[in-house]
């Protein structure tokens, strides 16, 4: 009988996990929704997402995952048999995440390059989008690859394969605990130069004065769920495919709560480093704050650049700064990654190198030939929002009602309370339901919008919106598809035993 590897050790699940929450997720999209969405007066509404849907949806994830020991295809089948579709439906989105998320790795790469000698001179903005994207007028045209993007591209899936290739103690483990560590050193760095910046005071001001009388807004609760859920790596079936190669004795909620809480510190280090550096923006310039913050890629590839040429030590500071990127890219995409391999292997039994050459190979392609072009920042667009704004969601919401209607709850309660610190009951169950009912709204309010800005102003169908339902609908088709396909196909046997010197 074949034995399913574990990780090592439990400090090594923990940094995978982590490593895999902590991503570019924290470092630029969190500050920038604070900031949008009421300074200090988010954090509230965050604190409550990371308790109500965070931490009880994580805990959700590992139990299925160490429970059923699987990439999601396998885990679901055994959970609820007619749920396999979700799994594949998972991998889809994963590989679209994975795809596209490769492709700042490979932005960042170059900017740590760039850094070194400041190379985007006195426009930031016109360097960026003009030098380095060679951005297309038109979304749709393919083509125009941009060399140095290109390479660095390639360079990034060359690394994340190896890694994929070591499985997980060798592989994924030991590339987090080398990239945590250095991470915590380069980051901290970044944040100690960013405070002792002039201005910073009034930086961290914007970032923490709260705007109680936003706190009713409906938007603000939806965006701190949002950012909760994509921050914690949870929906896509990652957690459940880390989970599977856990032993069945170990403990389950209090890990929970350690890569929850570490994920949100480093989230706030990110905000206070990114804040002081705005702070420091604005004295210089006389531009108020809110006048400097464009929320998404502007900020890393943009505003900081520009900060970076006005500091002193800028050159250093913005190749630790976007090093750090990468390697907080690398640590998430990993686990992205895994997904579309583990399912495969788990369902059908083939081996690491087998769904490497055939699944790992050709996403890799399939992301070196789409994003390098000259249209691969509206692609990146349109893919983002489809996995972010839908895909992510509407599997976490999968994952929730699959476990529900199966009547699985009590059971998958009663499996995490097996082995860990405090026991879970009633409110957790509460939890997912608000959690779920949240979801549902959040798609919904996305669809509405979408709806309402269907037809750009020349009365032609947006290409992006397109792009974007084209991604959503394969993904579920492929899950569908896959899900009937499989439905009398027996699971492989379930891996059997735990390596017997494994005792920590
Ligand atoms: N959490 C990561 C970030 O903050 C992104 C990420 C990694 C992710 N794996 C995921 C998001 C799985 C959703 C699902 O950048």
Same mark, same amino acid.
């Given at each position: 009988?074949?034995?399913?590897?574990?990780?090592?050790?439990?400090?090594?699940?923990?940094?995978?996990? *982590?490593?895999?929450?902590?991503?570019?997720?924290?470092?630029?999209?969190?500050?920038?929704?604070?900031?949008?969405?009421?300074?200090? *007066?988010? !954090?509230?509404?965050?604190?409550?997402?990371?308790?109500?849907?965070?931490?009880?949806?994580?805990?959700?994830?590992?139990?299925?995952?160490?429970?059923?020991?699987?990439?999601?295809?396998?885990?679901?089948?055994?959970?609820?048999?007619?749920?396999?579709?979700?799994?594949?439906?998972?991998?889809?989105?994963?590989?679209?995440?994975?795809?596209?998320?490769?492709?700042?790795?490979?932005?960042?790469? %170059?900017?740590?390059?760039?850094?070194?000698?400041?190379?985007?001179?006195?426009?930031? *903005?016109?360097?960026?989008?003009?030098?380095?994207?060679?951005?297309?007028?038109?979304?749709?045209?393919?083509?125009?690859?941009?060399?140095?993007?290109?390479?660095?591209?390639? $360079?990034?899936?060359?690394?994340?394969?190896?890694?994929?290739?070591?499985?997980?103690?060798?592989?994924? /483990?030991?590339?987090?605990?080398?990239?945590?560590?250095?991470?915590?050193?380069?980051?901290?760095?970044?944040? &100690?130069? *960013?405070?002792?910046?002039?201005?910073?005071?009034?930086?961290?001001?914007?970032?923490?004065?709260?705007?109680?009388?936003?706190?009713?807004?409906?938007?603000?609760?939806?965006?701190?769920?949002?950012?909760?859920?994509?921050?914690?790596?949870?929906?896509?079936?990652?957690?459940?495919?880390?989970?599977?190669?856990?032993?069945?004795?170990?403990?389950?909620?209090?890990?929970?709560?350690?890569?929850?809480?570490?994920?949100?510190?480093?989230?706030?280090?990110?905000?206070?480093?990114?804040?002081?550096?705005?702070?420091?923006?604005?004295?210089?310039?006389?531009?108020?704050?809110?006048?400097?913050?464009?929320?998404?890629?502007?900020?890393?590839?943009?505003?900081?650049?520009?900060?970076?040429?006005?500091?002193?030590?800028? $050159?250093?500071?913005?190749?630790?700064?976007?090093?750090? !990127?990468?390697?907080?890219?690398?640590?998430?995409?990993?686990?992205?990654?895994?997904?579309?391999?583990?399912?495969?292997?788990?369902?059908?039994?083939?081996?690491?190198?087998?769904?490497?050459?055939?699944?790992?190979?050709?996403?890799?392609?399939?992301?070196?030939? &789409?994003?390098?072009?000259?249209?691969?920042?509206?692609?990146?667009?349109?893919?983002?929002?489809?996995?972010?704004?839908?895909?992510?969601?509407? #599997?976490?919401?999968?994952?929730?009602?699959?476990?529900?209607?199966?009547?699985?709850?009590?059971?998958?309660?009663?499996? $995490?309370?097996?082995?860990?610190?405090?026991?879970?009951?009633?409110?957790?169950?509460? #939890?997912? $339901?608000?959690?779920?009912?949240?979801?549902?709204?959040?798609?919904?309010? %996305?669809?509405?919008?979408?709806?309402? %800005?269907?037809?750009? /102003?020349?009365?032609?169908?947006?290409?992006?919106?397109?792009?974007?339902?084209? &991604?959503?609908?394969?993904?579920?088709?492929?899950?569908?598809?896959?899900?009937?396909?499989?439905?009398?196909?027996? !699971?492989?046997?379930?891996?059997?035993?735990?390596?017997?010197?494994?005792?920590?």
């Amino acid at each position: 009988m074949r034995t399913r590897e574990t990780w090592g050790t439990r400090a090594g699940f923990i940094m995978a996990a *982590a490593g895999s929450a902590i991503g570019l997720g924290n470092i630029w999209r969190f500050p920038g929704e604070a900031y949008q969405f009421g300074g200090g *007066a988010f !954090l509230l509404p965050y604190l409550v997402a990371i308790l109500t849907a965070g931490l009880p949806l994580l805990l959700l994830e590992y139990t299925i995952g160490r429970r059923h020991r699987g990439g999601p295809p396998a885990a679901f089948r055994r959970l609820a048999g007619p749920a396999e579709g979700i799994g594949w439906w998972q991998t889809a989105v994963a590989f679209f995440l994975a795809t596209f998320y490769a492709v700042i790795i490979a932005w960042a790469l %170059n900017y740590a390059w760039f850094s070194a000698s400041l190379a985007w001179g006195e426009d930031a *903005a016109a360097f960026f989008g003009e030098d380095f994207l060679g951005v297309s007028e038109d979304p749709l045209r393919f083509g125009h690859y941009r060399p140095g993007i290109l390479a660095a591209l390639v $360079a990034v899936w060359a690394l994340v394969l190896l890694i994929m290739s070591g499985g997980i103690r060798r592989g994924v /483990e030991l590339a987090n605990k080398i990239c945590i560590p250095l991470l915590v050193v380069l980051f901290g760095a970044i944040v &100690v130069r *960013a405070l002792t910046l002039d201005g910073a005071a009034a930086g961290l001001d914007a970032f923490f004065t709260p705007q109680w009388g936003r706190i009713g807004e409906v938007e603000i609760w939806l965006a701190a769920y949002g950012q909760v859920f994509f921050s914690l790596s949870i929906g896509m079936g990652t957690m459940i495919t880390y989970a599977s190669y856990l032993r069945r004795g170990a403990e389950l909620s209090n890990t929970a709560l350690t890569v929850g809480l570490s994920n949100a510190s480093f989230e706030l280090l990110a905000g206070i480093g990114v804040f002081a550096v705005l702070g420091f923006m604005s004295a210089r310039s006389g531009t108020a704050i809110g006048d400097l913050v464009e929320v998404g890629g502007g900020v890393a590839f943009v505003t900081f650049p520009t900060v970076l040429a006005q500091m002193p030590g800028g $050159a250093l500071v913005g190749v630790l700064f976007f090093s750090s !990127l990468v390697i907080a890219g690398i640590t998430s995409i990993v686990s992205m990654v895994i997904v579309p391999l583990a399912s495969v292997e788990d369902r059908l039994g083939w081996s690491r190198r087998r769904t490497l050459a055939l699944i790992g190979v050709p996403m890799a392609l399939f992301s070196i030939l &789409v994003y390098p072009a000259a249209n691969g920042s509206h692609m990146l667009d349109a893919v983002d929002f489809a996995v972010s704004g839908y895909g992510l969601i509407l #599997c976490g919401l999968a994952t929730i009602v699959a476990a529900f209607t199966a009547g699985r709850l009590p059971a998958l309660a009663a499996e $995490a309370n097996r082995t860990s610190v405090f026991r879970i009951g009633r409110a957790w169950y509460a #939890c997912l $339901a608000l959690t779920g009912a949240v979801l549902a709204w959040t798609v919904a309010a %996305n669809l509405l919008d979408q709806g309402r %800005n269907l037809y750009g /102003e020349d009365g032609e169908l947006d290409p992006l919106i397109l792009v974007n339902w084209v &991604v959503g609908g394969v993904s579920i088709a492929f899950g569908a598809v896959m899900g009937f396909v499989m439905r009398r196909r027996p !699971l492989p046997a379930e891996p059997r035993g735990e390596p017997a010197l494994d005792l920590d």
